[in-house]
């Protein structure tokens, strides 16, 4: 069955870096379009970035574009969210998604982690 | 950016009731719409893609309707499990965007 799991999680600073993981099993990684989405403490969710298959398109929202880098390595089935100059807003529980069929996308968001926790926070 | 709004914030309702949850776009989204469960604590769960279809493993209790620019998730009968927060997607233009969420709850 699909099982995604992110880390990389945790407390940074305001202007702080952080790098979140998502180890992938279950399915062919390397066909699937993924996606990572956050939801800020007690709110709704938020799309934040989605990568094609082979990692040749990325899409982000206005929120993060320029301070965040999704990128993927399908030699080893990671998922990867580059957190730059982070802010106070950024806090959120992060979950990676796969999308849901083996083709260039975006369709929808088929099957997620459990989430990791990022607080910024000085 | 699409704005999706859904209606009404809360829907308070007994189990075995219907429950019939809104969601409006500000300009059409075509059939690239979909819906999903959130229970506390847990990740988001697809339900419903592309307007209509039911993704992997939901019960047929569950069904979509709508196009253009309105939306519903109906629930047929209400189980204990079906209370939670629902949210609607759309696909059809980047940014992606969900509603705010429609959380149905035990009167």
């Given at each position: 069955?699909?099982?995604?799991?992110?880390?990389?999680?945790?407390?940074?600073?305001?202007?702080?870096?952080?790098?979140?993981?998502?180890?992938?099993?279950?399915?062919?990684?390397?066909?699937?379009?993924?996606?990572?989405?956050?939801?800020?403490?007690?709110?709704?969710?938020?799309?934040?970035?989605?990568?094609?298959?082979?990692?040749?398109?990325?899409?982000?929202?206005?929120?993060?574009?320029?301070?965040?880098?999704?990128?993927?390595?399908?030699?080893?089935?990671?998922?990867?969210?580059?957190?730059?100059?982070?802010?106070?807003?950024?806090?959120?529980?992060?979950?990676?998604?796969?999308?849901?069929?083996?083709?260039?996308?975006?369709?929808?968001?088929?099957?997620?982690?459990?989430?990791?926790?990022?607080?910024?926070?000085? | 950016?699409?704005?999706?709004?859904?209606?009404?914030?809360?829907?308070?309702?007994?189990?075995?009731?219907r429950a019939?949850?809104?969601?409006?776009?500000?300009?059409?989204?075509?059939?690239?719409?979909?819906?999903?469960?959130?229970?506390?604590?847990?990740?988001?769960?697809?339900?419903?893609?592309?307007?209509?279809?039911?993704?992997?493993?939901?019960?047929?209790?569950?069904?979509?309707?709508?196009?253009?620019?309105?939306?519903?998730?109906?629930?047929?009968?209400?189980?204990?499990?079906?209370?939670?927060?629902?949210?609607?997607?759309?696909?059809?233009?980047?940014?992606l965007t969900?509603?705010?969420?429609?959380?149905?709850?035990?009167?």
């Open positions: 069955q699909v099982q995604l799991v992110e880390s990389g999680g945790g407390v940074v600073q305001p202007g702080g870096s952080l790098r979140l993981s998502c180890a992938a099993s279950g399915f062919i990684f390397s066909s699937y379009g993924m996606y990572w989405v956050r939801q800020a403490p007690g709110k709704g969710l938020e799309w934040v970035a989605f990568t094609w298959y082979d990692g040749s398109n990325e899409y982000y929202a206005d929120s993060v574009k320029g301070r965040f880098t999704i990128f993927r390595d399908n030699s080893k089935n990671m998922l990867f969210l580059q957190m730059n100059s982070l802010r106070a807003d950024d806090t959120a529980v992060y979950y990676c998604a796969k999308d849901l069929l083996a083709a260039p996308g975006p369709y929808y968001f088929d099957s997620w982690g459990q989430g990791t926790l990022v607080t910024v926070s000085s | 950016e699409i704005v999706l709004t859904q209606s009404p914030a809360t829907l308070s309702l007994s189990p075995g009731e019939t949850l809104s969601c409006r776009a500000n300009q059409s989204v075509s059939t690239y719409l979909a819906w999903y469960q959130q229970k506390p604590g847990q990740a988001p769960r697809l339900l419903i893609y592309d307007i209509s279809n039911r993704a992997t493993d939901i019960p047929a209790r569950f069904s979509g309707s709508g196009s253009g620019t309105d939306f519903t998730l109906t629930i047929s009968s209400l189980e204990p499990e079906d209370f939670a927060v629902y949210y609607c997607q759309q696909r059809s233009i980047w940014p969900f509603g705010g969420g429609t959380r149905v709850e035990i009167k």
